[in-house]
């Protein structure tokens, strides 16, 4: 999985998982400056309530 796959398939179903931010958690000391912006766009979405963290199913 890639950043740019999570970012896309969060922003498709509105929202994201534990697991999938853990992931981010885990994986940002490796990421480019493109990758870092778009999980700080992730957590602006968090923030302002247009992603929600749960489950899909």
Avoid: P, V, Y
Avoid at 7 to 36: A, H, K, M, V, Y
Wanted: proline residues 0%; hydrophobic residues 40%; contains cysteine.
């Amino acid at each position: 999985m890639g950043i740019g796959t999570l970012f896309l398939l969060s922003i498709s179903t509105g929202i994201i998982t534990q697991d999938e931010l853990g992931w981010i958690t885990r994986n940002q000391l490796n990421f480019s400056r493109c990758e870092q912006a778009k999980a700080l766009e992730l957590g602006q979405l968090i923030d302002s309530g247009q992603l929600q963290l749960g489950c899909r199913i």
